[in-house]
């Protein structure tokens, strides 16, 4: 008898209850509501495989009703039939009690503000079948401490406006070598101050405003392709003088488009012995700092990258 113990054990265990689909308690703009017993979330169907996590497209505002803790989201279509191919404006946006969330591999785009706000997230993952992130998608999310992506981010082709921005904590290495995108925008990687690396793809060709500006460091960000033609000014600026940011880097395929006097922005002075280090300790040549410190006439200081050519900013691999 005591050896069925543990048997009789597992089998007392709960099942992890099913996704389900109702009309009843559906919030404006949603046509329908999914529930697994904890987390009841508007969804807006548009034919049999195509739904929207949160409202209709155009519609802004959270689709949530109720629920907290840690949300998967992958059993949705086999539990329910409901194939969640977007998430729409701020379909998750500020829920304080969610703690995790995994998307599905259906989920091809991710429009703004879809999990915005939500302070107590710390894990996200999204599923391989992302093509698109909409502006500040994880806008504010200071407690995130892990995103997974699909390895490379295949097939991505827009990274939106302010997508990370003020995820201090974040801590995971941005992979979108495999991307398809041509523009990293404004505030797009800012404030990222705890990861390590961001491996941009082959086509970008535009470094928006501030794109990657107020990073702790040394770090390194690896770029896939050619110089970009477009960098904004304050793409690359530090939090503060002299406090090292990124180390730039270009991979050896384009290297006849890259000066061979490696450089970095935008150690200085004592800085120098710190960047070299950094800058050995990734299997990379010596650096040197590129741009100035210059006061404005409000009296800030702050960095502008001189006029050089672009393919004098990055370091060789």
């Known amino acids: 008898m005591k050896r069925l113990l543990p048997l009789l054990f597992l089998l007392a265990l709960p099942a992890s209850a099913a996704w389900t689909l109702s009309t009843e308690g559906v919030p404006s703009g949603c046509t329908h509501v999914i529930t697994d017993g904890n987390w009841k979330i508007g969804v807006y169907r548009y034919s049999d495989d195509n739904w929207n996590l949160g409202k209709y497209s155009g519609a802004n505002g959270s689709g949530y009703v109720a629920g907290s803790g840690d949300l998967d989201l992958t059993g949705v279509e086999a539990d329910c039939g409901v194939v969640i191919k977007a998430s729409n404006n701020g379909a998750l946006e500020r829920i304080a009690g969610l703690t995790s ?41 200071s407690s995130l401490k ?123 002075g004592s800085e120098q012995a710190t960047a070299n280090a950094a800058a050995k300790a990734l299997g990379l040549r010596g650096v040197k700092p590129i741009g100035k410190w210059t006061t404005g006439t409000n009296g800030t200081t702050h960095w502008v990258v001189e006029e050089l050519p672009a393919e004098t900013m990055l370091l060789l691999y």
Not at 111 to 140: E, H, P, W
Not at 183 to 209: C, S
Not at 229 to 254: D, E
Request: aromatic content about 10%.
């Open 146 to 268: 892990t995103v997974t992506l699909p390895e490379g981010c295949p097939g991505l082709t827009k990274l939106g406006n302010a997508a990370f921005r003020m995820c201090k904590n974040l801590e995971t290495p941005l992979d979108f070598s495999k991307s398809v995108f041509t523009e990293l925008p404004t505030y797009a990687l800012v404030d990222l101050q705890k990861v390590m690396e961001i491996r941009l793809p082959e086509t970008v060709t535009t470094l928006g405003t501030e794109s990657l500006r107020y990073h702790a460091g040394p770090r390194a960000i690896w770029f896939y392709g050619p110089p970009p033609t477009s960098v904004a000014n304050t793409a690359l600026q530090p939090v503060t003088s002299p406090v090292a940011s990124w180390v730039l880097v270009a991979a050896r395929k384009h290297a006849a488009d890259w000066k061979a006097d490696a450089r970095v922005l935008p150690f200085e």
């Open 101 to 141: 969330i995994v998307f599905p591999d259906s989920l091809e785009t991710m429009y703004g503000n879809t999990v915005a706000g939500c302070k107590a997230l710390t894990n996200a993952v999204v599923g391989s079948g992302i093509r698109s992130m909409g502006q500040q998608v994880f806008y504010d999310c």
